[in-house]
């Protein structure tokens, strides 16, 4: 299935700017990236991107830029443009929002609101996705589709990867696990640091032998912290920096499907740390303390506003007449609902992805908006196989209250069951536990449909 702006992307530098604001055209700040020590960023070409032929859609041919581009060369860009935030700190130079790779290694030197480097390789007229040392990464082989377990057979290991290894640093012990440390846990051939100080142990594939199935990564996505869970996402459509390389990932993914497991991985989509924050901020961002008159400031089945956690919220209820990014046509779209679909078709195409977990719905707060998510990741998922079965593939939604009618509306296939470990605990103790008796702990274990209102329930509660 294809994607518009994603196969533009191949042949110009691209930048999406649905702006009902008159801006300064965005330009491209060009050059190559030396690691140093010290690291140094050698700027080769500043200039204006110009209009293409679809509305709010800039670009610039690489063939055009002067000096002419080195034939299969790694080069570093940003996007120079006029801060739209309520910071509004003018001119700044921000990461392509759909790059597939990108550097933060000369980030810091360059200024305090500087963002990463996007990376590309120019090859014979076009740009090529490669990782940051150039190597242009395959995508994930299409499994067998009798190899993958059932939906009603999994058992799912999540894990954030920077888990998989630590180190230790002034006393305290870091995560610095990588998507090769995960691959280690998995495979004999592959070392990993995680355990070497446990006897006979230090190169086991520890998670190969445990009976999972399916393996449920946190956020992979580039997320600004080090080390940390992955939830403050920047790029979405990039692999994290600190986990490794998009190669790494598709050998990672590769590998467990070899085993027979799929592959999930989770997906913030409440809030985000992005660089549609500065390029065009009303459109694809809200602050709810200023629109408490508009619903998308507030969470599902709450009067409670929007948490972002650090980031900004992202804007599900807003029309614009732009460039659709999908169809390449013009339309009214909701922008955010676009640019997230985007990173969907990167992650489902390249990195074989066998299900989501969709990180905090009710703070989502848009049950449309996820219903079309879910939608377009089976059509991309079915779009792999001529006759598939329908039951091997996923989308989770998380939220601890557990809507159960987010099931059977259809906006998502099933949910985060976080209270069934606490059922789990009590039955095994023959404990009561949130007002139930054993029996009925047990019913709530078997069947997760079953809510407060159930009639037989409220029998019991008399």
């Known amino acids: 299935m294809a994607f518009d702006l994603l196969e533009r992307r191949t042949v110009k530098f691209m930048l999406w700017i649905p702006s009902e604001t008159a801006l300064k ?13 010290p690291a140094t960023f050698h700027t080769i070409f500043s200039g204006q991107l110009r209009s293409s032929d679809r509305h709010d859609l800039w670009e610039l041919d690489p063939n055009d830029i002067k000096p002419s581009l080195t034939n299969d060369t790694v080069y570093h860009y940003w996007f120079e443009i006029q801060d739209s935030s309520p910071e509004n700190l003018g001119a700044i130079q921000v990461t392509d929002p759909i790059a597939y790779t990108v550097d933060y290694r000369d980030t810091k030197s360059r200024g305090e609101h500087v963002q990463p ?13 490669c990782d940051i040392n150039g190597n242009e990464p395959s995508q994930v082989a299409i499994p067998p589709h009798n190899s993958m377990p059932e939906n009603n057979h999994m058992v799912i290991y999540e894990l954030p990867a920077s888990w998989a290894k630590y180190k230790q ?23 990993g640091d995680r355990f070497r100080d446990i006897p006979n142990i230090a190169n086991e594939a520890l998670v190969a032998d445990l009976g999972i199935n399916a393996l449920e990564l946190l956020p992979a996505a580039d997320a600004k912290p080090t080390g940390e869970w992955g939830y403050a996402t920047a790029h979405y459509y990039a692999s994290d920096f600190d986990l490794g390389t998009s190669s790494a990932l598709v050998k990672l993914v590769e590998n467990i499907h070899s085993k027979g497991i799929r592959f999930f991985t989770d997906v913030v989509m409440a809030f985000g740390h992005d660089p549609y924050i500065f390029v065009a901020f009303k459109e694809f961002h809200i602050i709810p303390e200023n629109e408490i008159g508009n619903r998308d400031s507030y969470q599902s089945r709450s009067n409670s506003l929007r948490e972002g956690w650090g980031g900004r919220l992202w804007r599900y209820i807003r029309d614009t007449d732009t460039y659709d990014p999908k169809s390449g046509r013009p339309g009214n779209i909701h922008p955010s609902w676009a640019f997230h679909h985007g990173h969907l078709h990167r992650w489902m195409s390249d990195f074989g992805v066998d299900g989501l977990r969709l990180d905090s719905v009710n703070n989502v707060a848009n049950w449309d908006f996820i219903e079309s998510y879910k939608n377009e990741a089976w059509s991309l998922y079915r779009s792999r196989y001529d006759a598939a079965s329908p039951s091997k593939f996923l989308v989770i939604g998380e939220e601890l209250s557990v809507p159960v009618d987010m099931v059977t509306s259809g906006t998502v296939n099933t949910l985060w069951n976080e209270p069934f470990q606490g059922r789990l605990r009590a039955a095994i103790l023959g404990e009561p536990t949130d007002g139930d008796n054993f029996e009925w702990t047990v019913r709530k274990m078997v069947n997760c449909t079953l809510d407060l209102s159930h009639p037989l329930r409220m029998e019991h509660k008399r």
């Not at 055209?25 to 020590?37: A, C, D, E, I």
């Not at 480097?117 to 996705?129: D, E, Q, T």
């Not at 998507?179 to 998995?186: K, M, P, Q, R």
Request: aromatic share 10%; net charge positive.
């Open 25 to 37: 055209p965005p330009s491209l700040v060009l050059g190559t990236f030396n690691s140093g020590p």
């Open 117 to 129: 480097a996007s990376v590309i390789k120019f090859r014979n007229g076009k740009l090529w996705p």
């Open 169 to 191: 640093i002034g006393g305290v012990q870091v995560d610095v696990g990588t998507f090769t440390d995960v691959l280690a846990l998995f495979d004999l051939k592959t070392a």
